[in-house]
């Protein structure tokens, strides 16, 4: 019953994705974001530089550089904003504090997946040829939103069992869940299947299949194998 309330909600659109500018956020520092993803949108290619992109919204490079440090972070903006609008809109919901671990971060990947529609364009663009070996810098500030919500969700889960405590190691459990997530993304920019279903499968059987590790010895040899490959994903990975 709850897996089917996770899955509409799925279906639903949320303001997470929307471009209008949100509370606390200036006009100047929007209409940049505005721009930049728009110029991705439609050429495949970010400005060629501050200038190009302050000429075509007739503003001042000292404005730009009041809200941004260089153009690339302001793609990096973007996408550590979009996660954390998702996660705001699924944990602000009056179910979220009934939910166990597993099904909070269930709902999370079917609300991901759901918001992931109304970018899959973009998505494709920026990500579909990058493996788990990569680690976009793009995706800095994401990661690190995304970790900080899995902490709270690990720590939800050794509160009631559903995770084992195992002391330092489970400080690895946070890039575990990053790089699921990582894989869920990777599954669905090739999911060609009707309404996406087979992604909804790929979450529901790998979230179960993670959450069994995690409560089992199994996954101390998945993590002493994570923190072997981390360095050299980071090392080779940068693209």
Known sequence: M????????????????????????????????????A??????????SVHSLCLDLKIREK???????????VE????????????????????????SAKEQYLAFLFAF?????????????????LTLLCSPDTLDGLKSSFKDFAVGIIARGMESGEIAHR?????????????????????????????????DAFIEKTVELAFDLLRTQAVDSAADLIRFLLPQITRFGKH
Do not use: C
Not at 6 to 32: H, L
Not at 39 to 48: I, P, R
């Open 2 to 37: 709850i897996l089917d309330r996770m899955k509409t909600s799925k279906k639903a659109k949320t303001a997470t994705t929307k471009s209008k500018a949100s509370s606390g956020v200036s006009k100047v520092r929007q209409s940049i974001l505005d721009a930049y993803i």
């Open 167 to 199: 002391g330092p190691l489970g400080n690895v459990y946070p890039e575990v869940l990053y790089i699921h997530w990582r894989s869920v993304l990777e599954y669905f920019l090739k999911d060609e299947s009707t309404r996406f279903e087979r992604t």
């Open 39 to 48: 110029q991705l949108q439609k050429t495949g290619k970010a400005h060629v």
């Open 76 to 99: 990096k903006h973007f996408w550590k904003e979009w996660i954390e609008r998702i996660i705001d809109a699924v944990s602000s919901g009056k179910e979220w504090g009934a939910f």
């Open 113 to 129: 997946a759901g918001e992931a529609l109304e970018h899959r364009s973009l998505l494709e663009q920026r990500f579909a040829k």
């Open 63 to 73: 404005e730009f550089y009041g809200e941004f440090p260089s153009l690339s972070a």
